[in-house]
Every structure is written in structure tokens, then in C-alpha cells.
């Protein structure tokens, strides 16, 4: 027994040598060894969770660090580990309970808090992510990653004089600067106003909300959006010969489309959304693809092109309009909706992150781009926090083939 517990001890030693060197595929043949010599030591254990996480091999990861910490309850590293294996799968309130758990044993550091504070607000708790992110700040007062999600939290509470100073630290702390800048634009006046998003906020956006973007959407926000455009055209009992359906989303519009078109095709900028409308069946093709390049792509006419609640997240949608316009045949219609602008006001960038645009902005649009605004009206597009969102509807047409309104 003394020569197989020597010979886990040297294996131990090699494989943490190995870890420190950043050789985790080594490291984890060692622990392995070890292990066969002597099963269930915690410590090994332990060591070989983290050369799992290391290596980002989670699944494999998280039973080891529960065979640790069921082994060694005490073991703050260990259920550190754990929490953050669980964290990357997506597993909340267990990553929480282990970050938790570490800490309370006097494991502290920046990145755990911020860790911690993600979960949270995964698990939709911001005051206790505040709190927790308010301890990373005082461990580390460089973290632009902590300064970037304490703003948002004061975004979306309101406090947005708060909110514009995280952003500032943010920035000063090596934050992506578009990003910043952007969120800087939502919450101070005068700021100068970004005419797109970055595309990776869009994104990651989306990527994140998929699995329950239609749910939400229409139970808690009351989205009401695509059916409200669509009602009009549908109500003609018109067979359209090709429909693009603009930031497609999981398609909400392709659903209500495919009966009256032959064919439509889909455009979003999310891969995960791309999926879900895809497998939808309402779509002869969906592309993973910005606006821009997917209605440069083909020179096929459509004669309908829909944008439901898609330019919120373009803000200037200048040229896109154009370019639909340019894929419009004759007599085809662009049928988009926005959020209203304030009186006075061509574009604003609101601190829900999302753009709102002027009514005469859209009418100016609408006559250099040779359309005709064939209807244009007012209603809600969803709620917020209980109140209705109003939007302009709009469906515009070529102007060089009219035909007899509805």
C-alpha cells in the first residue's frame, strides 16, 4: 500500500508540474494514475476537474468536481471549479450554488464575483448580481467586463446618469469602444448617436434569446408587431409570388406568409434564429447574413418585402431601404414597422438599446427612394413594463407601377 500511495504522490506532482505549465492534457493522464492507485482522494479529484475545465471538456468536468466536494464538502477550489463547469453549460442555479458555496469558504477573486453575478442575472436576480458585482469592483477596480454590467443594470432600472458613468469606467478600462459608445448614446443626452449597433451586440442578442424568443415575446412583452403589418395585406386574399421576410427572427412573419406566397425567403443576422425559422418550414431558404448583403445578393424581384421590428436594431436604415426598393418588381410593396421617435426627432437611440425613427424621416426616405407611402399608421408594437411601445406601420410601393389601394 505505501509503494502505490508513494507512486500517487509522484503522479500528483508530475501532473500539477504539467498543470503549471499549461500541459492539461498531461496533467490529466497524471491525475488519472493516480487516481488508479488511489480512488476517490479529493485533492486529485479536484486537480483533475480543473485540468477537465482547463481543457473545456465540461461534461467530464462537472461529475469529477461532484465526486470532490461529496468527498471533501470543505474543498473551496473544488466548488469553485464546479460552479464555473456548470456556468459554462449553462447551468445556473447549480453554477451559482458553487460560486456561493467557494466563497463562503474564503475564496475570493474578481473573476468568481463577476462569474457569480452572471448567473444571477441569468437566474433574472440583478439586485443580488449587483451586490456581487459591486465585490468584484472592489477586488478589482480594472474590470471593464464588471463596469459594463453594472451599467446595464443601472440602464434598465433607470438610473442613467449612474449608468453613463460604468460605461465611462468601462471604456477607460479597455471595454470595447463601439460597444460603449454605444451604450454611452442610450443613456446621455447629446451623445453622438451610432448609426448601427455592432453587429456582435445584435448577435449575441438574439443567440441568447432564442430559445424562448417567441414566448416572450408575445406572453410577457404582448408583441403584437407582424400580425398588425401583415392584417392589411393578408385581408387583400392576394397570392405574392415571392416574399423576403427582413431580420426573419424565428418567423413569426413566415408563418403567417407561406399560405399566401409561393415563396419566401428569410434573412437574420442570429445563427440560433436562422435554426428556428429554418426548421419552421415556413421558408424556401433562410440566411445567416446582415441585410445589406442578403438583398445584394440576388437580383430576383420579391413583391412583397417585409421588415417587422427589424430596423429597431439597424437605426439608420437609409441605404437598406434602397436596396429594397431595388428588389421590389412592379407594383411590389415594403412593409415595415418601427418605434415612434420623439416629435422632432429622425433617429434616436433609446436606453431600452433599441433605435426609434420619425415619421417625415420615413416619408423623405420613402420619396428618394422612388416608393410611395400607400399606407401609413400608428399602433403598439409590444409592451414595456406594462405600458404599450407605439410604432409607425408603413407599407410603401413602387412608384412606377402603382396599383388601386385596399
Known amino acids: 500500500m505505501t509503494d502505490a500511495v508513494d507512486q500517487a504522490r509522484a503522479h500528483f506532482a508530475a501532473g500539477n508540474a504539467h498543470f503549471e505549465a499549461g500541459r492539461f492534457e498531461a496533467a490529466l493522464t497524471a491525475f488519472d494514475a493516480a487516481l488508479a492507485l488511489v480512488p476517490g482522494r479529493p485533492s486529485l479529484l479536484a486537480n483533475r476537474g480543473a485540468a477537465l475545465c ?11 468536481l461532484q465526486a470532490a466536494v461529496q468527498a471533501d464538502p470543505d474543498h473551496a477550489d473544488a466548488w469553485a471549479a464546479l460552479g464555473l463547469a456548470q456556468e459554462a453549460l449553462g447551468q445556473w442555479a447549480a453554477a451559482a450554488d458553487g460560486l456561493q458555496r467557494a466563497m463562503a469558504l474564503g475564496l475570493r477573486s474578481a473573476a468568481l464575483s463577476l462569474t457569480l453575478a452572471v448567473c444571477l ?30 451599467g446595464n443594470l443601472m440602464r434598465v432600472t433607470g438610473q442613467l446618469p449612474e449608468a453613463a458613468r460604468c460605461f465611462e469606467q468601462a471604456l477607460a478600462h479597455g471595454g470595447d469602444d463601439a460597444l460603449h459608445r454605444y451604450y454611452l448614446a442610450s443613456v446621455r443626452p447629446g451623445e453622438p448617436v451610432p448609426p448601427h ?10 443567440d441568447d434569446y432564442a430559445p424562448d424568443f417567441q414566448h416572450h415575446l408575445l406572453q410577457n412583452l404582448k408583441y403584437q408587431a407582424h400580425s398588425t403589418l401583415l392584417a392589411p395585406l393578408l385581408a387583400e386574399e392576394r397570392r405574392w409570388s415571392l416574399a423576403l421576410d427582413l431580420g426573419c427572427g424565428s418567423g413569426l412573419c413566415g408563418g403567417l406568409l407561406a399560405p399566401v406566397c409561393t415563396a419566401v ?17 415556413a421558408y424556401r431558404r433562410v440566411a445567416h447574413a446582415e441585410l445589406l448583403p442578403f438583398l445584394a445578393e440576388h437580383d ?3 413583391d412583397l418585402i417585409v421588415a417587422a421590428d427589424v430596423f429597431i436594431y439597424v437605426g439608420a436604415i437609409d441605404v437598406v431601404v434602397l436596396a429594397a426598393a431595388r428588389r421590389l418588381a412592379s407594383g411590389g410593396v415594403l412593409a415595415l414597422s418601427v418605434e415612434q421617435a420623439e416629435p422632432g426627432h429622425d433617429l434616436q437611440l433609446r436606453p431600452s438599446l433599441r433605435y426609434a425613427h420619425g415619421r417625415t424621416a420615413i416619408e423623405r426616405l420613402a420619396a428618394s427612394c422612388g416608393l410611395r407611402v400607400r399606407a401609413l399608421w400608428a399602433a403598439a408594437i409590444r409592451e414595456d413594463q406594462g405600458q404599450p411601445v407605439m410604432g409607425w406601420y408603413v407599407l410603401l410601393q413602387r412608384a412606377e407601377a402603382e396599383t388601386a389601394d385596399a
Request: proline residues 7%; aromatic residues 6%.
Open 54 to 64: 482547463r481543457l473545456a471538456r465540461w461534461n467530464e468536468a462537472v461529475p469529477t
Open 197 to 206: 449597433p455592432p453587429r456582435a451586440y445584435v448577435e449575441s442578442l438574439f
Open 265 to 281: 425567403d428569410g434573412v437574420d443576422v442570429s445563427r440560433v434564429m436562422v435554426e428556428q425559422a429554418t426548421a419552421s418550414g
Open 300 to 302: 430576383e424581384l420579391a
Open 121 to 150: 442575472l441569468r437566474l433574472e436576480q440583478p439586485a443580488p448580481a449587483l451586490r456581487v458585482l459591486d465585490q468584484a469592483l472592489a477586488l478589482d477596480a480594472t474590470l471593464a467586463q464588471a463596469w459594463s454590467m453594472r
